[in-house]
């Protein structure tokens, strides 16, 4: 039985929304900076095998079980771009949210087709090794909206409009974000593997 999970992440905000939903399964989870991990490359084409490689790379620094993620935006209309590349999507000197923003709004500003989702892939591993890691995933799908609105999330939130809820998603509260996002979608299928092994 999983008892400690080492999070492939160094982002609090992600700890905290990862503690808080395995809080209930009485499993905790710590943060790879405990475990000095050094952060891992992420040189693959698919956020599956990215995620999976930060995984093991925790889980064998650590020696303990290793949940990492790998998520991003995903635009129709520019062959699935930015995908992995989400948070580098306009270069790496510094990476920017406006930047990356900016850069999506101007390639789409010709296209009539501003579908696009956000996609969010979980995996855990037992041990490093784990032949048999869990996988879950979370598609979320929303329009693209050139003109940015909302104060609350972070990176393509301001431009990810709803239609169902008529906002974008940095316009919800974080609550009912946490609860119907991309994220959440691939949490609540990940749970449900773990609790079925």
Same mark, same amino acid.
């Given at each position: 039985?999983?008892?400690?999970?080492?999070?492939? #992440? /160094? @982002?609090?905000?992600?700890?905290?929304?990862?503690?808080?939903?395995?809080?209930?399964?009485?499993?905790?989870?710590?943060?790879?900076?405990?475990?000095?991990?050094?952060?891992?490359?992420?040189?693959?084409?698919?956020?599956?095998?990215?995620?999976?490689?930060?995984?093991?790379?925790?889980?064998?620094?650590?020696?303990?079980?290793?949940?990492?993620?790998?998520?991003?935006?995903?635009? @129709?209309?520019?062959?699935?771009?930015?995908?992995?590349? #989400?948070?580098?999507?306009?270069?790496?000197?510094?990476?920017?949210?406006?930047? @990356? /923003?900016?850069?999506?709004?101007?390639?789409?500003?010709?296209? #009539?087709?501003?579908?696009?989702?956000?996609?969010?892939?979980?995996?855990?591993?037992?041990?490093?090794?784990?032949?048999?890691?869990?996988?879950?995933?979370?598609?979320?799908?929303?329009?693209?909206?050139?003109?940015?609105?909302?104060?609350?999330?972070?990176?393509?939130?301001?431009?990810?409009?709803?239609?169902?809820?008529?906002?974008?998603?940095?316009?919800?509260?974080?609550?009912?974000?946490?609860?119907?996002?991309?994220?959440?979608?691939?949490?609540?299928?990940?749970?449900?593997?773990?609790?079925?092994?």
């Amino acid at each position: 039985m999983l008892q400690k999970i080492v999070l492939a #992440s /160094n @982002n609090a905000g992600k700890l905290r929304e990862f503690s808080a939903l395995f809080a209930a399964q009485h499993i905790e989870i710590l943060p790879q900076s405990a475990f000095n991990v050094p952060e891992c490359p992420e040189p693959h084409i698919t956020f599956v095998e990215n995620a999976l490689a930060k995984a093991r790379h925790a889980s064998r620094v650590s020696g303990l079980p290793a949940l990492a993620d790998d998520s991003g935006i995903c635009v @129709n209309a520019l062959g699935g771009a930015p995908g992995v590349l #989400s948070a580098r999507f306009a270069g790496d000197n510094p990476k920017s949210d406006a930047a @990356n /923003n900016a850069k999506v709004s101007a390639e789409l500003a010709n296209k #009539s087709d501003k579908s696009c989702y956000y996609v969010c892939v979980l995996v855990l591993v037992r041990h490093a090794d784990d032949p048999q890691p869990i996988i879950a995933e979370g598609i979320w799908r929303g329009t693209w909206q050139p003109e940015a609105a909302g104060e609350h999330g972070f990176g393509y939130d301001p431009h990810f409009y709803l239609p169902e809820q008529g906002c974008t998603a940095a316009e919800m509260s974080p609550e009912l974000k946490n609860s119907v996002s991309h994220r959440a979608l691939a949490l609540r299928e990940l749970l449900a593997k773990i609790q079925a092994a």
